[in-house]
T-cell receptor, first 111, second 114 residues
């Protein structure tokens, strides 16, 4: 079992650009959540996808959007990047009310 | 938001028990206490969760006070690899039809000293 995988590992973008991050959930998991972790802070919940629909959303602007595919993998898209979007983006997968398993994250740097 | 209070940092000698406290005075009856940890440069890792009874697994023990307003995570024999940031949080895993977002605070940076 490969666990939760994320790609790419690192990414550098400039202000105003758009970025897409990808996540493959742990085998058998149907729910994917995305988190943003700024340096020195705990992860902050962005949104959660279940059955290809956004089920819950945290306090993030519409520039942050996502998608879940029939195979349960997911993408996080961020438009019009700001310097403050520089962070570690974490994906977590779970089954219904079960524990969340996190991937290693994608480190995004916005210049 | 589900708010918890944890010490910013703690030290523990290798081989000793590490006891990490957490206050969660606003927890409601259906909400479970969860503990995760994050080792540097990795994603958070689930440790344990509980409702009101003490829980133990292969990683740790969780002691929840009778009034459920606080809990303690115990690592019985800490090793250097247990150095990490430990997060305590609470949520109702059965609300909203299933799993929902976790609310992380700043956690406790536990440093295991050789």
């Amino acid at each position: 079992d490969a666990g939760v995988t994320q790609s790419p590992t690192h990414l550098i973008k400039t202000r105003g650009q758009q970025v897409t991050l990808r996540c493959s959930p742990k085998s058998g998991h149907d729910t994917v959540s995305w988190y943003q972790q700024a340096l020195g802070q705990g992860p902050q919940f962005i949104f959660q996808y279940y059955e290809e629909e956004e089920r819950q959303r945290g306090n993030f602007p519409d520039r942050f959007s996502g998608h879940q595919f029939p195979n349960y993998s997911s993408e996080l898209n961020v438009n019009a990047l700001l310097l403050g979007d520089s962070a570690l983006y974490l994906c977590a997968s779970s089954l219904a009310s079960g524990e969340q398993f996190f991937g290693p994250g994608t480190r995004l740097t916005v210049l | 938001d589900a708010k918890t209070t944890q010490p910013t940092s703690m030290d523990c000698a290798e081989g000793r028990a590490a006891n990490l406290p957490c206050n969660h005075s606003t927890i409601s009856g259906n909400e479970y206490v969860y503990w995760y940890r994050q080792i540097h440069s990795q994603g958070p890792q689930y440790i344990i969760h509980g409702l009101k009874n003490n829980e133990t697994n292969e990683m740790a023990s969780l002691i929840i006070t009778e009034d459920r307003k606080s809990s303690t995570l115990i690592l019985p024999h800490a090793t250097l690899r247990d150095t990490a940031v430990y997060y305590c949080m609470f949520k109702d895993p059965y609300s909203g039809g299933g799993a929902d977002g976790l609310t992380f605070g700043k956690g406790t940076h536990l440093i295991i000293q050789p």
